[in-house]
């Protein structure tokens, strides 16, 4: 397999507490990780010590073998990074379809701010995304009439737009119901296979989880305590004992 993401002893400190104490882990090209721990567990520092949100004390991010430390998420964006957020990132006052031509024109380099200039461009490739997410009938309309779970939709259309070759997501489906969840990330992992992104997701669903990570790395308190197959995960003794307790997890 050829490693796209790869996390070599990541550190990170605020105020003398140590956020994050050197992780390691890689995904694959078209595989699915789960980053999962406790609150506290430094899940998000590493998230955004990986999307260049904050920079590294020691450690490296690599992807495709290509040192990104401490890059910005804008140069990340145009390596070919996207990041969807647990607060949907979207323009109201846009259409469904703007959004997207939006977001296709920012990774063309030709975002100008001038709504009449989106709307010219990238049209087939627009409607490519939306039909890749299952928004086709929705493309005219308001993102401000959108359902939750049509947003988010909407977010990995926008998050794709970029061809991206990792795709980071941050608590994908918070706020969602069990339906709506599991029909998001149904969906993601499918684009993500077919088109050979990487995907890396943190979430506290734990049967969206274990249904749809080919591979979890579990945290605590700033270290890497596990990391492997769900069914490997599921039965580790430590990751039970300070995550996971006797939840009963659904087999994917």
């Not at 109201?92 to 997207?100: G, H, L």
């Not at 995304?129 to 049509?150: I, K």
């Amino acid at each position: 397999m050829t490693i796209a993401l790869e996390v070599v002893g990541l550190k990170k400190s605020f105020g003398g507490v140590a956020a994050v104490k050197g992780v390691d882990f890689t995904v694959n090209a078209g595989e699915v990780v789960a980053l999962i721990g406790p609150n506290g567990a430094g899940k998000t520092t590493c998230f955004n010590l990986i999307n260049g949100q904050i920079a590294p004390d020691a450690g490296s991010v690599k992807l495709y073998g290509e040192d990104i430390t401490g890059q910005t998420p804008e140069r990340l964006f145009r390596s070919g990074v996207a990041r969807t957020f647990q607060i949907t990132a979207t323009f109201a006052s846009m259409s469904v379809r703007e959004n997207v031509q939006m977001a296709l024109m920012s990774d063309a380099r030709k975002a100008n701010g001038l709504l009449s200039w989106a709307t010219m461009q990238q049209r087939e490739s627009a409607a490519a995304l939306l039909a890749s997410v299952g928004l086709s009938d929705q493309a005219d309309r308001s993102c401000a009439e959108l359902a939750y779970g049509d947003l988010k939709r909407l977010e990995l259309a926008m998050a794709l737009a970029n061809a991206p070759r990792l795709l980071l997501m941050d608590e994908p489906t918070a706020g969602m119901g069990p339906a709506e969840r599991e029909a998001l990330m149904r969906l993601a992992v499918s684009v993500c296979r077919e088109r050979n992104v990487a995907l890396l997701f943190t979430e506290h669903d734990m049967d969206v989880v274990f249904s749809f990570a080919d591979r979890i790395v579990v945290m605590n308190r700033g270290r890497l305590i596990a990391a492997g197959s769900p069914d490997a995960v599921r039965v580790n003794e430590e990751v039970r004992a300070v995550y996971l307790g006797n939840v009963e997890i659904a087999h994917g």
